[in-house]
């Protein structure tokens, strides 16, 4: 017998908030045989889920989980589900289903699902994802088809092991973990509910904003709306600008995470005031135009400490962190990065990205700090992005363009001074991206597509959603057709007793402090 389709009413409830109800037949009924699955009968699917396959996906586990006091006001069942050869998936079904579908990615090389549990060391639940427990979405992640927990199976080096896993490993990583879990949820979605999400939505940061994008020009069809935040658009820069600071590594030219820090902190005293107010903290790193070279060790100018102030070399690494990567012909292939604590990231710039040459090239030496110190710009930046393209894991900015031009919504954001990829170039490529859409016959692309700014320079700050709000934000604007104009981050500075609210605006404007009022309420800043 077939199962009977469901379809979703809007209602009211007594907070004037709308809901969505599955039912079999017309809206507005009261008799109880038209209303969707209990929540005995979908405990009673969640109990039924252990063992099936779905798009090739093993269902491993199905854990009914109950609503948490403070937290969560419906059950759900979180299903786990695993696909040769190392990809592993989390789909996590709600009670109280709006009919939503929201799609997260993951970070840096994956390896670990991003998922919307939260627990303590004891497996007591502490947080829920807000598009599981607020927006009552279905929510599914995966860790983009290898496992950091063991090292055979765990990115970059298993992509380099020669093995068919080795390779299909880094194929899921390229793109294919984005449309398998896509799939693997839609099965889970029917089992539980018999008719698909009336609304798709994709959403991640770093990689996860890649992935993104990756999900707008690949499966156009299967999202309304997609948040990517903390990318560039463009790999192939990126990654030749990650070798080109990495070669450095280990040289007179690379300064140490201290000297960082040293260097970061003399720009904020420097560049401080600029927004309006003096807070040790910059909320338009843009505006900083600080140099470098006042760094120089024996300057008055420079830092007392002879382990911290910059020699030549290292004033010479900054100031090309700093400034446009060009091939020999005067191309710019990135941006370069605005002034930013690059001590985290900047010794390691070399391995992030020998791991997306490696996906280019095939070639297992450039896991090397050897081959890693070769990197020519001039030599291997075609080479990669040809590469990253065969493969897969470039971007496609026509196709991109494609979905925004057919009306889906697309929310494109980045820290104002991240560390680790440059806001400059995710601007320069969303100008490309605007420009392609102008040309399908879009008078305003921001009708569909805008850049917002997060005032913060650390790589994925705001990213959470209980840090900016994305979630509503890109439900309002393709469900309701309010497009967002300026959202808010939430956050607490590093020592800092206060949380602080600063609004997030429309690139290339920043705050700027009106002067008066509560430093910590975004309220009393302009965005301009």
């Given at each position: 017998m077939n199962k009977p389709a469901f379809f979703f009413c809007a209602t009211t409830n007594t907070y004037g908030a709308i809901v969505l109800a599955a039912v079999l037949s017309g809206c507005g009924g009261d008799s109880s045989d038209d209303q969707g699955p209990t929540v005995a009968q979908l405990a009673a699917t969640c109990a039924s889920m252990v063992g099936k396959v779905i798009a090739g996906a093993t269902v491993t586990a199905a854990t009914r989980i109950e609503p948490v006091a403070n937290i969560s006001t419906a059950g759900f069942c979180k299903v786990n589900a695993t696909r040769a050869p190392f990809l592993d998936i989390e789909v996590d079904v709600p009670d109280n289903w709006s009919g939503r579908y929201w799609q997260n990615g993951g970070g840096g090389f994956n390896g670990t699902i991003p998922s919307a549990v939260s627990t303590s060391a004891s497996g007591v639940i502490t947080a829920l994802n807000p598009a599981l427990a607020q927006k009552a979405a279905v929510y599914a992640a995966s860790n983009g088809g290898n496992r950091a927990s063991v090292p055979a199976e765990a990115a970059p080096a298993v992509w380099a092991n020669g093995t068919a896993n080795g390779a299909a490993s880094a194929t899921d990583y390229d793109y294919l973990s984005v449309g398998t879990t896509l799939a693997v949820a839609k099965g889970v979605i029917a089992a539980f509910y018999g008719t698909p999400a009336k609304y798709r939505y994709f959403n991640g940061c770093s990689n996860g904003g890649r992935e993104a994008y990756i999900a707008a020009q690949r499966w156009p069809d299967d999202f309304d709306g997609?948040?990517?935040?903390?990318?560039?658009?463009?790999?192939?820069?990126?990654?030749?600008?990650?070798?080109?600071?990495?070669?450095?590594?280990?040289?007179?030219?690379?300064p140490t995470a201290a000297q960082y820090r040293a260097a970061y902190a003399a720009a904020v005293a420097s560049c401080?005031?600029?927004?309006?107010?003096?807070?040790?903290?910059?909320?338009?790193?843009?505006?900083?135009?600080?140099?470098?070279?006042?760094?120089?060790?024996?300057?008055?100018?420079?830092?007392?400490?002879?382990?911290?102030?910059?020699?030549?070399?290292?004033?010479?690494?900054?100031k090309d962190l700093m400034s446009p990567l060009k091939l020999a012909d005067g191309t710019v292939v990135y941006a370069g990065f605005t002034w930013s604590d690059f001590s985290t990231f900047g010794p390691s710039f070399g391995v992030l990205g020998s791991g997306f040459a490696l996906l280019a090239t095939n070639d297992a030496s450039w896991l090397t700090p050897t081959k890693q110190a070769t990197f020519n710009v001039d030599a291997h930046y075609a080479l990669i992005g040809n590469g990253l393209r065969r493969v897969g894991a470039e971007h496609d900015l026509p196709a991109i363009a494609s979905f925004v031009a057919s009306g889906k919504k697309l929310i494109s954001w980045h820290d104002a001074g991240d560390n680790l990829l440059s806001t400059r170039e995710h601007a320069r490529n969303d100008v490309m991206l605007t420009q392609l859409i102008k040309n399908l016959g879009v008078a305003d692309p921001t009708t569909n597509t805008r850049l917002f700014a997060v005032p913060s320079s650390t790589h994925s700050a705001g990213s959470a959603l209980t840090q900016v709000d994305w979630a509503t934000a890109i439900m309002n604007w393709v469900e309701q057709g309010t497009a967002p104009t300026q959202l808010t981050y939430t956050f607490t500075p590093a020592g800092a007793a206060a949380a602080r609210n600063l609004p997030v605006c429309l690139y290339p404007k920043y705050p700027r402090y009106n002067g008066t009022g509560d430093v910590n309420a975004a309220a009393n800043y302009t965005c301009t």
């Open positions: 997609i948040v990517s935040g903390c990318e560039t658009e463009d790999m192939t820069g990126q990654t030749a600008a990650w070798l080109d600071l990495g070669r450095r590594a280990g040289t007179a030219a690379a401080d005031a600029q927004d309006g107010l003096t807070d040790a903290y910059l909320e338009n790193p843009a505006a900083c135009n600080y140099d470098p070279g006042l760094l120089l060790c024996g300057l008055p100018t420079a830092n007392a400490d002879p382990a911290l102030c910059l020699t030549a070399p290292q004033v010479q690494t900054l």
